[in-house]
Every structure is written in structure tokens, then in C-alpha cells.
């Protein structure tokens, strides 16, 4: 195996000047990369390939694009720089050839009801800027600036829900649930018990209120005053029926004040949590739930306010602009004209908005309108959105770093995509996507191969080439999804597998083979949420089922809010929202009897702050730490297992506080981190790091990857039955120490998997995963499809949101919704087995699915590629 590239290893001339089109990289050493020369061109499409954790993301993100960066902080002035959140410094002897560079990396919608469609695309502030100047305002008023169109701001807030639209309120039914009782018997349920209840009851008794007749006798005007008031009579008090005891003076709280103050001042989460069950949340009646003031909600354009074109998808809101943007000059109005929705500046603006939108709606993502808050969004609908802004963007002569710019999109919605690529290309401008996505891989110019294997077993570059020259290098464990014989595999058929090992094993099982039987069905009946209106669907159990569909068309919002909800609660386990997402789904489900667990494993971090990792949130570390402190040398000392975590005093590094590295704040200069001075990143203090379990200490263990733990905690069991999940699952380059903020969300989702396939199974499981393979590479997704095989052989059911057609072809069962997203999705288009779905003439799915069960369907490459006369390293 040879790495790769220097200039005279090559068949290609070597040439001098940053001017021969490439960037030529030497002695990358980031992360596992083993002092790495490599060549890539520019002007190109690249895909960097290899298995989850080879060193691909290094090369790519940590070592060219972290140097673009690099030096263009360096061109900055030293005081701005302090404004600007700076990465770190790739280790690398040289790079040569390098432009600008823009990272595009996967990440989830912002965690704010407040981030929308419109907020991350910027196409919210010239939509604001159309209605101030151009907006058709009510006689008399005055014109708003920009800001009073935001719910974001001072200026444009609603004043009852601050810009929310949503209003958290209590009601006379909320907080009276039976009001059969009487005041006495407990009918204002809100109040507290005990003596702080029989106190206010007391009061209103000197008050002259009856306490004894059932509350919905008591006259309207006394049930408000009881619940609403603002007033706060303070009354000398005689207990009733206590005899003994003395007047005091007493003081009166509605229910509602009550509440409210219990809410927002009370330290104790047991009494928020009690009396948030007597809020109701809706819609804020004062904006409508817009968020906005009434006087913004009073100007329009083409007669619709700002709020009502916020909700409309884009290709709708294209169309309503269209008319105003294709005005000619002739037909404007006069420059001087302040407003009005045919002046020179609406022009002007709805022209900028329409070429905006179009850029979008040619992405597929016209369903989505500019108020969908992001926290709702998929990876993949972000990206997206992140690329669109950039074409519109007009540079030149950079290079775009794009982190699988395909996960999370239906074969359908990634053609248009590549589309995308090709002109950001034809603009002068160089694309290196990280990609699993071998029909992304094919359209590329070139490509870069690292592996073999993952962590340590990786880092090398096995080819830099036209993408047809990797044929050659059978080391290569991408080769196999590529080619056979030689020739380039049909694109989207995905079933030439292979091993993690870098064999060519075929698919696991042929198309014609049948699969299970179900052992019975979960029925949703009306669910409603979203773009699902009224739907039924039916979920065979005891089998691997497939959810389908093109991007927005309600996949996850069937399984991940309706499913999930429905069936967790009657499992008295309900679904865990974030405090940013919207309600669960409604509806009725019947078969839910059958399930015994309810486990949903998402992409959301395993924690939040690096003092998360993954040997914290799997169990082994407690594990590790009790072999620590068992041994001779830390029983001599009286250390117990506390004494080795990192998360609390005693055996941690209090320099640091366990963390491994400090602040460093330098004058005109921005902060940065470095190892601690003191334990050099180890985490702990010298006496912790002295005892030591078979020659390592802690610190050792937690820098050993999940590979080398293995056999080194092999007759550990807890230890070594955590290990074993995360290697089944493909995971065994990780560090055990590896922060939590360092996974991506496919990392997250297959150790959130691996601490699952660790328990001891009891009853009937059902497991719901929404996209388990966005960020693996083909071999990747061999292993953790095997897993989720055997979930469903012991005795489960499981059911995936899933794009990868090579595993919807190797499910059980299909569900494909559609046929298109938003308001033109929320159908169920076909059902089945995948040979009966991929017959189906009306699914967007069915002819990838065809093709990805035609697993033998090779063709050869006809197409040609510039680098077609370059000599490749092999």
C-alpha cells in the first residue's frame, strides 16, 4: 500500500507554481492522518471517500480548509480577530495551490423557535424591507421601518407573547377541572393542598364567599374575582373549626396569580411541573399567533400581510412576487414615490426575492415556507439551504468544503443537487464534498480515497484520481460500491456490497427471498400533524419496516411524532421533546398492547459539554473505574471508584476542573484553549495518574480507541459487552475519552444504538430510527444493518426513516409517502414489500428501489472525464 501523493511518485508532470490548477498538500498529520502528500485539483467536483473515520473529514475540513482558514485570519487585523471565532491550526508541513475556502457541514436546525427558513436564508430581511417600502399601509398611518416586521425585535414583538405567537394562559376549565365541587371539597384544583390551601379558603370565607355550594352555582361575577383578580386583600383570619388556634392576618391570591407566581419564582421544579398542568398553550389571542404588533399585521402587499406570506410555501410566495418583479422600467413608478407595490424599490427588492426563491425551489425546497421554524428542519433541508445562499452569493475562484451535501435527501431530491454542484463548478469555483453517497461519488471529477480502515487502521491515502481508476486498488474498501469486474456498478443500484475489510461480498440476501411474516400490526387512524391530514397507516410488527418518500413529504413526522407519541403513551413513556419543538402528533392507535418498549434512537447529541463522552454515556467507564480501584495500589491508598472520574473533586485536576484544557486569553489577540499546564490534557492530578491497572493508568484508557480497549478490557464484562456494541455497530475508531461535542450526528445515533443492543432484552421492543445511515460509507452501513437484523430476529420490531435504497430494498416492509413534500405530500403512495412498492407507477421511490433490487444490473462508464489523460497513483 503505497501513500499518496507526491509530485514524483506520479505519471503526471510536477509542476512549480500555485498556478498548475492543483492544491497540493504535504506532511498532514491531523487527527489519524499519517504524514499525508496528497494532489487535488481544483476548478473540480472532488469527493473524498473512504469508511466513517479514515481520515477523510480531516483531510478535507481539518487539514485544507482549516489552513484556507488559517490565512485568512492571518490578513486580518489583529483587534478584529478578537471578534471572530477562529478554528484550530491544521498540522501540516505545506500546502500549496490553496484559494479561499467556505465550510458547508452538516449541522441540525438552531435550537430556537425564534431560527426560521427565512432567519437562515436572509430572505426574511428583504421580505421585511418590501413591506416597509413597498407594503400598501392603512390611510393615515405612518411608515414602519424594517425592524416592526420582526418578531425578533423591540420594534416588532408582539407586546402580550414577545414575538412568540405562542401565549401560555390559564382558563376558568384548566383551572377548575370539575366544577360539580365545591370550593371546600378542593374544586379550585390550582391552589395548593395543606395549610396554604385551607388558609385562602379561610379568606374567602371572611370575604362573604359560599365555600360549600358546588363551584358552577357560584354567580359568574364571584368565580372570576376567585380566579382572576389582581387584587390581593390582606383580612385578620379567625381558622375555622380550630379553636385553639389565633387570628392572623391573611393574604388573598387568585388562582391564576397563584400560578403565575409559582412559575416564575419558585425553586422547586416539583411545584412548576404541578402547576403547568393547569396552563393551556395556544396561539396568542392578541397577534393571532404571528408574534407581530398590529400595526405591522396592518400593511400588506398584493394583498396578503407579512405573517400570511410567511406561511405560504416558496414556490407559492415566487409566484405571488412574480408579477411586481417582471415589471420593466417603463411600468415602475416614480423614483420619489415613498410607497407602494409598484415602485422602482419593489421592483428592485421582489426581483432580488424571486431569484432567491427560484434558486431554492429548483433545490426542492419549495413545500417549506419562510416561518418553519429550523428546529423542525432535517440536516439535509439545512444544507441545502446553506448551498442556495452560497450560489446566490456570486463568488469566484474559492473552494466549497461540503459535508455529505446528499445525507438526509431521496434519490429524487439529490439530482437536483448535483445540479447545484456542477454550477457552483461552472462559476469558477472548486467543490470537495465529503461522501458515502456512491452516485454522488460517480458524478464527480476526481476523486480521493482514504482508508483503509478506520481510527488507526486509516489515515493513508490509497488514490487520488479520476474516480474510474479506483477499480484498480483492491485495497480500497469504497472499490467494491463502485465497481464490478472492473466496470462502474449502475448508479442508485447500491447492492455490491462489502466487508468492513475491503472484501467484495455480494448483498445479503437476494430480492426474490422472502422475508418475515408479521406477528401482528399497529394501526394509526387520523393522525394529523404538519402536512399529514387525517392519515391512516399500518405498521407490521416482528419486522424491519421502511418509511420512504421524497424530503418534507411527512416521513418523520409520521414516525417520529405520531408513531413515537402514540405509542409512548399508553407505554406511560411520552415523547421527549425539545422545548423548541412543535406539539406531537394527534390521532388513535390500536395494537399498541403488543409493545412492551418504546426505544427511539435519534441523532441528537449524547451530551452537550466535553465532560460528556463516550465512555460516560455507554456505563463502561464505571466499569473501568472500579477495576482501577480494586487494584493493590489504590486500596493501599483508600481511593474508591469516585476517585477516578474526571466530573468531581478528588482524583480530577483542579487546575482545570477535569476538563483537560484552559482558557488562554491573549491581548489583542481572540482566546483560544490549550492543553492544562498542569496535567498536560490528562484530566487528572498526579496521585490519580500514578495508579495504574495493567501498566495504564486512567488517563491511558481513555485514550484508547474502542478497538484497543477491547482486548484490553476483554475479561472485563460490563466493559467488554459495551465494546462489543460499539464495535458491531462500527464504531471502534473512537476514542473512549472522545467528547461528546466532537460526534457527529451519526455517531451519536449509532453509540445511542450500541448502549441499546447492551441491555438484556425483555418483552416486546419496538425501535424507531429516523435516517440510521446518514454519514456512513456502504460498508458502515453493512454492519449496522446486521445489528438491526438481529433486533428484529430476537423477537422486535423496527422501523426506519430511511433515503439508502440498498436498505429500504432489504427491509420487510415499505411505507412510501408522497407523492411530493409539503402541502403536496402526507399521502401514503404505495405499501408493501419492496418488489411491490418498486411496481408502483405513482411513487417518486419505486424506480431507485427497482433499481437498487436489481442487484446484478452493471453498465460500463461512458462517461469522460478531463482527467481522463492524468496518470493516477496506484
Known amino acids: 500500500m503505497q501513500n499518496a501523493t507526491h509530485a514524483d511518485d506520479l505519471q503526471y508532470p510536477a509542476p512549480t507554481s500555485a498556478d498548475d490548477g492543483f492544491v497540493r498538500v504535504r506532511g498532514a498529520r491531523e487527527n489519524n492522518l499519517r504524514n499525508v502528500d496528497v494532489d487535488v485539483p481544483r476548478d473540480a467536483i472532488v469527493a473524498f471517500t473512504g469508511v466513517s473515520g479514515s481520515g477523510k473529514s480531516s483531510l478535507a475540513f481539518g487539514t485544507i480548509y482549516a489552513e484556507a482558514q488559517r490565512r485568512y485570519f492571518e490578513s486580518v487585523a489583529p483587534y478584529a480577530r478578537r471578534l471572530i471565532q477562529q478554528g484550530h491550526n491544521p498540522k501540516v508541513e505545506l500546502i500549496t495551490g490553496l484559494p479561499p475556502a467556505v465550510a458547508l457541514q452538516q449541522r441540525r436546525g438552531a435550537p430556537s423557535s425564534r431560527s426560521t427558513v427565512g432567519t437562515v436564508t436572509t430572505l426574511s430581511n428583504s421580505l421585511r424591507m418590501l413591506f416597509s417600502r413597498a407594503g400598501t399601509y392603512p390611510s393615515g398611518s405612518t411608515q414602519l421601518d424594517s425592524d416592526a416586521f420582526s418578531p425578533n425585535t423591540a420594534a416588532g414583538a408582539c407586546r402580550e407573547c414577545h414575538g412568540l405567537g405562542v401565549a401560555h394562559t390559564v382558563t376558568e376549565s384548566s383551572l377548575v377541572p370539575d366544577p360539580s365541587l365545591s370550593i371546600r371539597d378542593g374544586a379550585i384544583a390550582a391552589w395548593p393542598g395543606a395549610w396554604q390551601g385551607k388558609n385562602l379558603r379561610d379568606i374567602l370565607t371572611h370575604l362573604g364567599y359560599d365555600v360549600d355550594v358546588p363551584w358552577r352555582k357560584l354567580p359568574k361575577k364571584q368565580r372570576d374575582w376567585i380566579l382572576f383578580t389582581e387584587e390581593q386583600p390582606v383580612v385578620e383570619v379567625t381558622p375555622q373549626r380550630d379553636r385553639v388556634a389565633k387570628p392572623y392576618k391573611g393574604r388573598f391570591w387568585s388562582a391564576r396569580s397563584y400560578v403565575l407566581h409559582t412559575l416564575a419564582d419558585s425553586q422547586s421544579a416539583s411545584m412548576r411541573e404541578r402547576v403547568l398542568a393547569y396552563m393551556e398553550s395556544g396561539p396568542c389571542p392578541l397577534c393571532s399567533g404571528t408574534g407581530l404588533t398590529p400595526e405591522a399585521l396592518a400593511v400588506t402587499f398584493a394583498g396578503r400581510t407579512i405573517a400570511e406570506l410567511n406561511r405560504l410555501p416558496m414556490a407559492e410566495l415566487a409566484d405571488i412576487v412574480r408579477p411586481t418583479a417582471e415589471l420593466n422600467d417603463a411600468g415602475t413608478a416614480s423614483r420619489t414615490q415613498l410607497s407602494g407595490e409598484s415602485n422602482e424599490v419593489a421592483v428592485a427588492i421582489t426581483r432580488d426575492l424571486l431569484q432567491r426563491l427560484t434558486v431554492l425551489v429548483d433545490l426542492g425546497l419549495g413545500y417549506l415556507a419562510l416561518g418553519r421554524a429550523t428546529p423542525t428542519l432535517s440536516p439535509g433541508e439545512m444544507q441545502r439551504l446553506r448551498i442556495a445562499t452560497q450560489l446566490r452569493s456570486g463568488l469566484f475562484g474559492v473552494i466549497y468544503v461540503l459535508d455529505e451535501p446528499s445525507a438526509g435527501l431521496h434519490p429524487a431530491d439529490a439530482e437536483p443537487l ?138 418523520s413526522t409520521l414516525v417520529g411524532r405520531a408513531l413515537a407519541g402514540l405509542v409512548g403513551s399508553g407505554l406511560k413513556t411520552p415523547l421527549e421533546q425539545d422545548a423548541a419543538a412543535e406539539p406531537a402528533a394527534t390521532g388513535s392507535v390500536t395494537g399498541g398492547e403488543r409493545i412492551d418498549r418504546l426505544v427511539t434512537v435519534d441523532q441528537k447529541p449524547i451530551g452537550r459539554t466535553p465532560r460528556s463522552n463516550l465512555a460516560t454515556y455507554t456505563g463502561l467507564f464505571d466499569a473501568v473505574r472500579k477495576e482501577f480501584a480494586a487494584t493493590g495500589q489504590a486500596r493501599e491508598r483508600g481511593f474508591g471508584a469516585g476517585r477516578f472520574s474526571f466530573n468531581v473533586a478528588g482524583g480530577r485536576c483542579e487546575t482545570c476542573q477535569g476538563e483537560g484544557f484552559v482558557a488562554v486569553e491573549l491581548l489583542f489577540l481572540p482566546g483560544s484553549y490549550g492543553p492544562c499546564p498542569e496535567c498536560g490534557g490528562s484530566r487528572y492530578n498526579p496521585e490519580t495518574l500514578e495508579v495504574q491497572y495493567r501498566g495504564r493508568n486512567v488517563a491511558d484508557v481513555l485514550a484508547m480507541t474502542v478497538d484497543v480497549a477491547a482486548e484490553y478490557l476483554a475479561d472485563v464484562p460490563a466493559a467488554a459487552r459495551s465494546l462489543k456494541s460499539l464495535q458491531d455497530v462500527g464504531l471502534g475508531y473512537l476514542r473512549l475519552g472522545q467528547p461528546a461535542t466532537e460526534l457527529s450526528g451519526g455517531e451519536a445515533q449509532r453509540i445511542k444504538l450500541a448502549t441499546e443492543l447492551q441491555r438484556a432484552q425483555r418483552g416486546h421492543t419496538l425501535y424507531l430510527l429516523d435516517e440510521p445511515t446518514t454519514g456512513l460509507h456502504p460498508a458502515d452501513v453493512q454492519l449496522l444493518m446486521a445489528q438491526l437484523h438481529g433486533l428484529v430476529d430476537a423477537g422486535n420490531s423496527v422501523v426506519v426513516v430511511e433515503h439508502d435504497m440498498s436498505v429500504v430494498a432489504g427491509a420487510d416492509w415499505v411505507i412510501d409517502l408522497g407523492p411530493s413534500g409539503g402541502d403536496k405530500g402526507g399521502l401514503i403512495v404505495a405499501t408493501g414489500t419492496p418488489e411491490s412498492v418498486a411496481r408502483s407507477g405513482g411513487s417518486r421511490t419505486a424506480p431507485y428501489l427497482a433499481a437498487a433490487l436489481n442487484q446484478g444490473s452493471t453498465s460500463e462508464y461512458s462517461g469522460k472525464s478531463r482527467f481522463d489523460n492524468a496518470a493516477v497513483m496506484s
Open 418 to 555: 448535483l445540479d447545484v454542484l456542477e454550477q457552483l463548478k461552472k462559476s469558477g469555483n472548486s467543490v470537495f464534498v465529503v461522501e458515502h453517497n456512491m452516485d454522488v461519488v460517480r458524478r464527480a471529477d476526481w476523486l480521493v480515497d482514504v482508508g483503509p480502515r478506520a481510527g488507526e487502521g486509516g489515515g493513508e491515502v490509497l488514490y487520488s484520481g479520476p474516480v474510474d481508476g479506483l477499480a484498480g486498488i483492491e485495497a480500497s474498501v469504497t472499490r467494491p460500491f463502485l465497481f464490478e469486474d472492473g466496470r462502474f456498478v449502475t448508479a442508485s443500484s447500491g447492492r455490491a456490497t462489502g466487508s468492513a475489510d475491503g472484501g467484495s461480498g455480494r448483498v445479503s440476501r437476494s430480492s426474490s427471498e422472502i422475508v418475515r411474516e408479521p406477528a401482528g400490526w399497529l394501526e394509526l387512524k387520523d393522525v394529523r400533524r404538519h402536512n399529514l391530514r387525517g392519515l391512516d397507516a399500518r405498521f407490521p410488527l416482528g419486522v424491519l419496516t421502511a418509511v420512504t418518500g421524497v424530503s418534507g413529504s411527512g416521513k
